[in-house]
């Protein structure tokens, strides 16, 4: 009886905290994200993870990322997977085959999105871990995702789609890039799986970082070369549209075995 009366009084606490909570937030957060989803959040500040949640900094089909704030002054990117996205699980699948955390693939569409937020910070940590240009992950609950701002001021850090270049700032870009996709493939095992002009940030000194890293996989996955072939053939579009003459055919070579 004791147990039942502390759980209410638990419960009753929890969704006195939540409501307070509920007041500071943007009220965009609530017309987007679920219930659940805004708990997690409020578990989040309320366990001084984050100290504020402010505006959106990206968004779209499946996930949004917001700008969020430390107690220390910090800046973070908060990721949230959204749970309603009908695609979500079918464009996963490919992505998922001989992994061991998706050994029993969830037939329950939320526990998949959370999995999935754990497979980004798990790529996220092991790639930042391997001294890969990539956001360092912090925190990870449920489908929230908390990691480094790349940018300041709450500001992101362009795109490469989203800027233009000089032809010798294009030839640093992409001898950048093949040096850390051969490091990620050589060094950490790894390849992005979803490598595009879209999910690749650069800094003012033209330094590159990789972003989106949940669909990363392993190279002893059955689709890794797939995945790669298509990548380099992606980025070599790229930069041979923006002016920039490479080669796809030897872009994939030098990744796999270095310049």
């Known amino acids: 009886m004791e147990k039942k009366v502390a759980r209410r ?14 007041s500071e937030l943007d009220e965009s957060l609530e017309e987007v994200f ?37 107690w220390n002054g910090e800046e973070y990117a908060v990721k949230i997977y959204l749970v309603s996205s009908a695609e979500f699980r079918r464009n996963r699948l490919p992505y998922v085959v001989n992994v061991p955390r998706f050994k029993k693939i ?37 489908n929230i995702l908390v990691m480094q701002f790349l940018g300041e001021k709450g500001v992101r850090l362009p795109l490469l789609h989203e800027e233009k270049f000089e032809l010798d700032e294009l030839e640093k870009l992409y001898e950048r890039l093949v040096d850390v996709l051969g490091r990620m493939y050589r060094n950490a095992g790894m390849v992005h799986g979803d490598l595009s002009q879209y999910n690749i940030m650069v800094g003012r000194g033209l330094e590159v970082y990789l972003i989106d890293l949940a669909q990363a996989v392993r190279r002893d996955h059955p689709l890794a070369e797939t995945f790669l072939r298509h990548g380099t053939q992606v980025l070599c579009g790229f930069f041979n549209k923006a002016g920039l003459r490479v080669d796809p055919a030897s872009t994939l070579e030098m990744v796999r075995r270095g310049a």
Do not use: C, I
């Open 9 to 22: 009084e638990f419960m009753r606490e929890r969704e006195q905290r939540y409501l307070e909570k509920r």
């Open 34 to 70: 679920d219930r659940q989803t805004l708990m997690s959040l409020y578990d989040m500040l309320n366990t001084k993870k984050l100290k504020e949640v402010r505006g959106v900094v990206s968004s779209g089909k499946e996930s949004r990322v917001y700008h969020g704030l430390g």
């Open 106 to 142: 969830p037939k329950d569409f939320r526990r998949f999105v959370y999995l999935w937020s754990e497979r980004e910070y798990s790529n996220l940590s092991d790639s930042y871990n391997a001294g890969l240009p990539v956001p360092k992950p912090f925190h990870q609950h449920r």
